[in-house]
């Protein structure tokens, strides 16, 4: 897998805000790009997804909270807002290219992965 890079994780308080950037490789018109979380001791979770269609779909966990886009420098970014310790976890992001939407991408199908940013929540 190609290399992504993510900036932005760090630590905030309970109910705090931080933003998250992802950038490495040209993204183009057709993609599907995504952000995990991975928690010790739980599994991976796809929280935020976007297709070059500008659709967007959340993790019922983060839905209302959390804000994926991408820019026309080829940054992909999630706002998380209202941020809780349950929120703890190291953030990767994901990208596969050629692709309509999100539909039929697996977690397997992302072609380049971040190597992830921690996030810490206090409270």
């Known amino acids: 897998a190609q290399q992504l890079m993510e900036s932005g994780g760090g630590s905030a308080q309970d109910g705090g805000s931080l933003k998250l950037a992802c950038r490495g490789t040209?993204?183009?018109?057709?993609?599907?790009a995504a952000w995990f979380r991975q928690a010790p001791g739980k599994e991976r979770q796809r929280v935020a997804q976007i297709d070059g269609s500008g659709n967007t779909q959340y993790a019922d966990s983060v839905k209302g909270r959390f804000s994926i886009s991408v820019d026309d420098t080829d940054t992909l970014y999630l706002q998380m807002n209202a941020l809780t310790p349950d929120d703890e976890a190291t953030y990767t992001c994901a990208l596969e290219r050629g692709v309509g939407s999100c539909v039929r991408v697996g977690d397997a199908d992302f072609y380049f992965w971040g190597q992830g940013t921690q996030v810490a929540v206090s409270s």
């Open positions: 040209y993204i183009g018109r057709r993609f599907c």
